[in-house]
């Protein structure tokens, strides 16, 4: 954790922070203008046809905190908004941690049956990041991008995000540097570079933040930019905090060009991350594109607790990675492997050749940050979900011995000041393998429970009969330590879930 001793006056000002329990009430807003990325299911794969499956990861968490605040609603989600891989990983897991920052990746693997499909199996694949220390880590250079547009004034919008991010200076060391500029109908530097030992300055500065005008027209994110570049620093972490509700109206209006600036930025050194807030009109699928591009996390904040979440319980790992250009392949064994799918990253999928080529950006992990994966498998001799063709290439005979592989696993990741790429080799074979669900590990039972969640909720399409009731029953016997309470929050979003289960979806 990052925390230092404040002073007594910032120590009554977080205190107010921490005092704010309750969701913040939602003021009246537009309905049903959200935008999401559009990206089918993944399918099951033959795997003596396509045998490798490659995908960079993910640790946004936006998809789960908007699901949260849809179910507080007492209404479904729109199935579009639902990114399974990014409700399991809301949540950490217990994986084994890397010893170095030089190596900061370790992977564990894990295969036990499918609790929704008898005679499929699934694979568990953990990657825990290397935790930096509160002595080790770089010097931040950040500077907050916020919308003060007339439609940030409710509480649930500028009002949050001013909270959030005092509670984030509250977390930074003294020698760090905190920028703000502000878009509306025009952009403006209200806080130029200042040395976070000045926090009472940055904290007024914030706390004077109003909302009102249009958005049309800002310069905002060329300002932001350059007042980071301004105060570049080599040996640290530079990036930009964009903070909004809605259309990104930020001073580049195409957003192809917008992609690209910030792409050009990011080979410059400078990142980008994404707090949403608000609903009605939030372009998630824009706010994850700019985050993947800008080698940045995207957020949502709903609630004064998520806020504390993401800025302050995980700080290290929202702002300071330990590698970038994270990349898995899984190579599955056709003697082995009838079939498998990826369970969710249907926006992070990459090409085979893709993994090899570091010229290609994927993913980021965060200091001490978890990511996992699942796969959907049907063993040889299972129960085949894609029929054989007629003119393919023939089974492996079913009496042949079983082999002792059934996939393998590479990851290639960047340390974050190289453009080099490191591998790392696992394979998935029978020593990971547990007969009985119940005998799996913990962790995995309960991102298993999170895994079907995701998936009944975008329609349940490959979970069968497998219900509410059946996640509740799963999740609950696998919550295990639980200190900041996300797990058992779950477990009532399931509960919430079930009971608006008969109402009709809003639609993006």
Sequence with gaps: ???????????????????????????????????????????????????????????????????????????????????????????????????????????DVAVFPNPWAEGRKLIRIGVKGYALQQTSRPRANLVFLIDTSGSMEPQNRLPLVKQSLAMLVTQLKPEDRIAIVTYAGNAGTALEPTSVS??????????????????????????????????????????????????????????????????????????????????????????????????GVAAYIDTINEARKVLVEEASSTLFPIGKDVKIQVEFNPATVAEYRLIGYETRLLNRDDFSNDKVDAGDVGSGQTVTALYDIVPVGGPRVVDDLRYGAQAPASDSPAPAEYAFVKIRYKLPRSDQSVLVRTPVDRASE???????????????????????????????????????????AARGDDPYGYRSEFLQLVRAAKTASAMQPLRP
């Design 1 to 107: 954790m990052l925390s230092r001793a404040p002073s007594a006056l910032l120590l009554s000002q977080v205190e107010v922070f921490r005092d704010q329990r309750e969701r913040v009430p939602a003021a009246s807003e537009p309905v049903g203008r959200d935008k999401f990325a559009n990206a089918p299911e993944n399918a099951f794969k033959v795997a003596r046809d396509a045998p490798v499956s490659t995908f960079s990861i993910d640790v946004d968490t936006a998809s789960y905190a908007f699901v949260r605040a849809q179910l507080n609603r007492n209404v479904l989600p729109p199935a579009a908004s639902v990114r399974t891989e990014e409700l399991i990983n809301y949540f950490p897991y217990a994986y084994e941690a890397p010893a170095s920052a030089s190596e900061p990746f370790r992977a």
């Design 434 to 476: 547990h007969g009985r669900f119940e005998d799996a590990p913990l962790d995995a039972r309960f991102a298993t429970s999170v895994a079907a969640f995701g998936e009944i909720l975008r329609g349940g399409k490959h979970t069968g009969r497998f219900g509410y009731d059946d996640v509740l029953r799963i999740a609950s």
């Design 198 to 295: 000045e926090k009472a300055k940055i904290l007024a500065t914030i706390d004077r933040l109003e909302a009102g005008g249009s958005t049309a027209g800002a310069e905002g994110i060329r300002q932001a930019y350059a007042l980071a570049e301004q105060n570049f620093d080599a040996s640290g972490v530079n990036r930009v905090i964009l903070a909004t509700d809605g259309d990104f109206n930020v001073g580049i209006t195409n957003k192809d060009e917008l992609k690209g600036f910030v792409e050009r930025q990011r080979e410059k050194g400078i990142f980008l991350s994404v707090l949403g807030v608000g609903a009605g009109n939030y372009n998630d699928a824009l706010a994850q594109t700019l985050a993947q591009n800008g080698n």
